[in-house]
């Protein structure tokens, strides 16, 4: 199964490169799903475990994700909505390749939406957007150089690539691959972490949206993601809550500024900007099952093409359990009896 899952990626990284050659312009031709959920079973919606993988251990999950003023038209007053509402989904599957080294693909799918009608095809082609799509797939990569299972401090490297197999005219597509990255550090005191990433997303060829011709366009580029947030087991509060140890709290913000062409914190950058808050239950079925529930609210009044101003999400995913290696011990003194106490 290893080798099959490994051959699917390789064979969606080739045709989805050979078919992004050059092709008429279509609006706008942006992404607005917005990040992924972790894609083991024991992660969170924008948190990371720093754990080790077993080896060719494999996760798979099924996410639905409802949006509400998903996308608007910039800089003009009343607020006019491109999207009002989302109902979307995405699938995944991790594997883990070593201790330290796991890969993943993710297929987001708009299940449906509903926007304006009559925008003009410099909005969006066609005038409006489709009621259901097909998003660009995510191709990941985990990198942990540093895990902290035990408690204590941790590092990794989180990188994807994104596919252009998504419909251009459903902001959810961007018709051509992007990359990024996100150096994540984490501080474990085992019924609670600490977390905070930052990255950088590339867009090889900046989209301007709506028409260049129209006022209020703006320049989407390359973005610098961020996030800061605490993973807690209930149990912290009292030893009386959550006996089983089922339930994880995650909290969480996260956002992103302009790195291209527009810069950080600069003039006019606050309508390529985003920030929200999350928080969601992460509970353990048992059997490797665990059910995901949260909500995230933008801290950006009036969103554009970034994150919606508000999100709900609900996520079953499964994932053989992970567990702290085996410390080297050599294997004459394993055999050694214990020598009891006389006192």
């Known amino acids: 199964m ?3 899952f490994l051959r699917a990626i390789c064979v969606a990284v080739g045709v989805a490169g050979f078919s992004s050659s050059a092709r008429a312009e279509t609006y706008p031709s942006l992404s607005t799903f917005g990040p992924r959920p972790s894609l083991e079973a024991n992660g969170g919606i924008v948190l990371e475990r720093l754990v080790p993988n077993e080896r060719w251990a494999f996760d798979a999950g099924l996410w639905a994700m409802y949006g509400w003023n998903v996308v608007t038209l910039p800089k003009v007053t009343p607020v006019v909505p491109v999207i009002n509402a989302r109902l979307a989904s995405v699938a995944t599957a991790n594997l883990g390749l070593a201790r330290w080294l796991g890969v993943g693909v993710s297929v987001p799918l708009v299940l449906a939406q509903s926007g304006n009608y009559g925008l003009g095809s410099g909005v969006v082609a066609g005038g409006q957007v489709p009621t259901s799509a097909l998003g ?3 191709v990941h990569m985990k990198y942990t150089p540093f895990s902290n299972e035990n408690g204590g401090y941790g590092l990794a490297l989180l990188g994807i690539a994104t596919l252009p197999t998504g419909d251009r005219a459903s902001f959810v597509g961007e018709g051509a691959m992007t990359a990024g990255a996100r150096v994540i550090g984490d501080v474990s005191f085992i019924v609670a972490s600490i977390q ?3 990255g950088f997303m590339g867009r090889p060829n900046p989209r301007t949206w709506p028409n260049p011709q129209k006022l209020g366009s703006l320049r989407y580029g390359s973005e610098i993601p961020w996030s800061l947030g605490v993973l807690v087991h209930p149990s912290i509060v009292s030893r009386h809550v959550d006996k089983a140890n089922r339930h994880t709290i995650e ?3 996260r ?3 302009p790195a291209y062409p527009a810069a950080p914190f600069s003039r006019g950058s606050l309508p390529l900007s985003a920030a929200s808050v999350l928080t969601a239950d992460h509970i353990v079925l048992g059997h490797g099952l665990v059910l995901s529930v949260g909500v995230d609210f933008s801290l ?9 101003a508000f999100s709900a999400f609900l996520g079953l995913r499964w994932g053989a359990q992970r567990r702290a290696p085996e410390k080297d ?3 004459d003194l394993k055999s050694i009896p214990k020598i009891e106490d006389p006192g």
């Open 329 to 331: 011990v050599p294997p």
């Open 251 to 253: 909290v969480a913000l």
């Open 300 to 308: 950006i009044a009036v969103p554009t093409a970034q994150l919606p």
């Open 2 to 4: 290893r080798q099959a």
């Open 255 to 257: 956002g992103s500024v």
């Open 136 to 138: 660009d797939i995510g």
């Open 196 to 198: 905070a990433s930052v």
